[in-house]
């Protein structure tokens, strides 16, 4: 079965601070995708990243940076110099042979 | 491209009465469309999913004569809430795939549902 866990529920950071959130991941799929999704209290997901198991190389998109690490099963997502719009919840979720799944998602909240 | 509409955005009902959610692929043709649920501050959980043509197949925990999902057509899928009550309150968004389950999803908006 595939399962997701972001075990912050939530964070709360001062504006410029960087911010870490965690996931972690388990499949039996020797192919799968992994995923990032911000949701802000509008309720659309926004998508942010797409990953692929044979591709463990980091990412890195303006202040957003992804670490991928396969031996640890992980997948989290910095974002650097945090700003009051990055407020949101964040979902880390997986996809193998089957639709994707959410991980419990973490509210981040950045205060000005 | 790849967008996904969902109509309405929001919808207030009363208990007791149905109320039909659509969701279109607005420039791709959607082999799979998948219905989501999201309680307040939890995660997206997967409802149904649909391939253009089939039944529906349903998690666990689902039940498919409440919550009756036709895709009769590569563009559109609908979600029927059935006798609702207000445990069905919840935010639903769908998502649209152009090919079998392990391809990627798309996306709508949400429909925001109250039952009063």
Redesign the interface.
């Known amino acids: 079965a595939q399962k997701v866990t972001q075990a912050q529920t939530e964070i709360s950071v001062v504006e410029k601070e960087d911010v870490t959130l965690d996931c972690v991941y388990e499949t039996r799929d020797t192919t799968y995708y992994l995923f990032w999704y911000k949701q802000p209290p ?4 926004v ?1 942010l990243i ?1 990953r692929n198991s044979f591709d463990e190389q980091n990412e890195i998109s303006g202040r957003y940076s992804w670490n991928f690490q396969k031996s640890t099963s992980s997948f989290n997502f910095t974002i650097t110099a945090s700003q009051v719009v990055d407020s949101a919840v964040y ?1 880390c979720a997986l ?11 973490t ?1 981040l909240s950045v205060i000005a | 491209g790849a967008v996904v509409s969902q109509h309405p955005s929001w919808v207030i009902c009363k208990s007791g009465t149905s109320v039909k959610i659509e969701c279109r692929s607005l420039d791709f043709q959607a082999t799979t469309m998948f219905w989501y649920r999201q309680f307040p501050k939890q995660s997206l959980m997967l409802m149904a999913t649909s391939n253009e043509g089939s039944k529906a197949t349903y998690e666990q925990g689902v039940e498919k004569d409440k919550f009756l999902i036709n895709h009769a057509s590569l563009t559109l899928s609908t979600l029927t809430v059935t006798s609702a009550h207000p445990e069905d309150s919840s935010f639903y968004i769908c998502s649209a795939s152009v090919k079998r389950v392990y391809y990627e999803q798309y996306f709508g908006p949400g429909t925001r549902l109250t039952v009063t």
Not at chain 1, 42 to 45: R, T
Not at chain 1, 95 to 105: A, C, D, E, Q, Y
């Open positions: 509008s309720g659309e997901l998508f797409r979902f996809r193998g042979n089957t639709p994707l799944v959410f991980g419990k998602g509210r």
